[in-house]
């Protein structure tokens, strides 16, 4: 029926119209309770991250303790022994591929018509809260990822959706999870319709389902949060503006920087990963060599522990301006400690831990940028007007972007978590350039390079 011959005094006047019917709107609807359920899950999951940090105190202190405090010693061990109690629970009601957090949901996307065993979300989570809470340098993003799309699949099942639809759920769970618990709906749901590829392409069918799940989990999530989640995850001591076209130079070469520490992030995860699958070891064995390689990192640079977001809050803020075991910031300083997350991030994930490569991620790219910032601003005149800080922030941009394949997502994320969309120019800018150059590099193995390279588009 043609809008036009449709009476406005009548009721199909708001139903019709080209292309419009009840399937239009079905998984808008459906998105919609995925939504829901994933903010739920994630305030669950949230709280348990704060209990394990709880139990796990003594991690809150550790930039504090002086060298022969003997404390000090539990950080060597505790990364092994979460690392250890996280793969025994996952081996024990799970399929140990699920450790792969966000992998897990690309290849359940390409591979498995959208199925992820809903027993996923409680051992998940605990296992992630074990590791990451105890100390293992990896994030919570790849496990809230793989949550929120096991709660896109299993509402899927219960309503007996076909694959085509259960994938579309799944994606919108993805999206949901990262919105909720980055506090960043808009990245969150473009993050839902990008990470599958690691080309520029989409997965168009799933944009307006990962919009709708993002805004109401990310509303749900803040309902129970409070205050602190209607706010930025990180906080610039001010806001940039950028106001000078000559500035995108020194970012040129922020950006071919960051091409060549993802490749040193990649290659050394790639390689430890090997080097454990090649080890005639029990499972429980690798992980807990994992975990005591890291410790021993952490050992004399605490702050390599955890998701080490205390080095992104001190490359943007002066006041915090100094790594725990190293002394004040300095360039060198933090390209040593960009070295170490990505040598500890590895040890720790690719030996079987349970944790994400993408908040890692953020902090190479905020300690790599910071550097360069240092760098250009020692050789360059005062007029460039270089500024550390922001090159933190669009170095976590750009490192996002070229490691996991998600450019516009890094665009729209970093400026959501920091608040500041002043660099949004220097962002898109670092971002492509750094993603084209890396192109064929990804951290994610399930990613394909375009639609079709997948079984789901034939």
């Keep these: 029926m043609k809008l036009d011959k449709v009476s406005k005094g009548s009721s199909k006047f708001f139903l019709a119209g080209k292309g419009m019917s009840v399937r239009t709107g079905r998984f808008i609807g459906e998105s919609a309770l995925v939504g829901a359920v994933t903010g739920l899950v994630v ?57 792969r957090g966000t992998d897990s949901a690309i290849k359940a996307f390409h591979q498995k018509e959208g199925y992820i065993t809903g027993t996923v979300i409680p051992v998940k989570s605990v296992a992630s809260v074990l590791t990451v809470g105890a100390g293992g340098s990896a994030g ?36 949901a999870g990262i919105a909720a618990l980055f506090q960043a709906p808009l990245a969150g749901a473009i993050f839902g319709f990008e ?9 168009d069918e799933t944009v307006l389902p990962c919009f709708i799940a993002s805004a109401i989990s990310y509303a749900i999530y803040s309902c129970f949060i409070g205050q602190s989640a209607w706010e930025p995850l990180f906080v610039l001591d001010r806001q940039y503006v950028f106001s000078n076209g000559l500035r995108l130079l020194p970012y040129l070469g922020l950006a071919v920087a960051i091409v060549f520490g993802v490749r040193f992030y990649i290659t050394c995860f790639r390689s430890t990963e090997k080097f454990f699958v090649g080890l ?26 955890s998701t080490s977001y205390s080095i992104i809050r001190g490359t943007f803020s002066m006041s915090e301006a100094h790594i ?22 590895s040890f720790t994930v690719g030996s079987g831990g349970s944790g994400g490569l993408f908040a890692p991620a953020l902090v190479c790219g905020a300690a790599l940028g910071s550097a360069v910032g240092m760098i250009f601003k020692a050789i360059l005149p005062d007029t460039m007007g270089i500024n550390p800080q922001a090159f933190a922030l669009v170095g976590m941009a750009g490192f996002m972007a070229s490691a996991l394949r998600i450019p516009l997502t890094a665009i729209v994320m970093v400026a959501e978590m920091s608040g ?21 590099w990804t951290l994610y193995r399930s990613q394909v390079h375009a639609q079709e390279s997948s079984p789901v588009h034939p």
């Design 324 to 345: 725990a075991g190293f002394g004040a910031m300095t360039a060198y300083g933090l390209l040593l400690i960009f070295v170490l997350k990505v040598v500890a991030t």
């Design 43 to 99: 305030v669950a999951f949230k709280y348990l991250i704060d209990l394990g940090h709880h139990y796990f105190e003594i991690l809150e202190h550790k930039r504090e303790m002086v060298w022969d405090d003997p404390f000090r010693w539990i950080l060597f061990a505790l990364p092994a022994l979460g690392a250890l109690l996280g793969y025994l629970l996952i081996k024990r009601f799970s399929k140990l591929e699920h450790a």
């Design 280 to 305: 005639s070891l029990p499972g429980w064995v690798k992980v807990t060599l994992g975990g005591l390689a890291t410790g021993a990192i952490g050992f004399f640079f605490p702050d390599i522990l």
């Design 420 to 440: 500041n969309h002043g660099l949004l120019l220097p962002a898109m800018w670092v971002c492509c350039i750094s993603f084209w150059l890396n192109s064929g």
């Design 140 to 175: 919570y993003e790849g496990p809230v990822t793989l949550i929120g799309a096991a709660c896109g699949s299993v509402v899927s099942r219960a309503f007996k959706i076909a694959p085509r639809g259960r994938r579309i759920l799944m994606a919108s769970g993805l999206a």
């Design 195 to 203: 990470i599958f590829y690691s080309s520029s392409d989409i997965e």
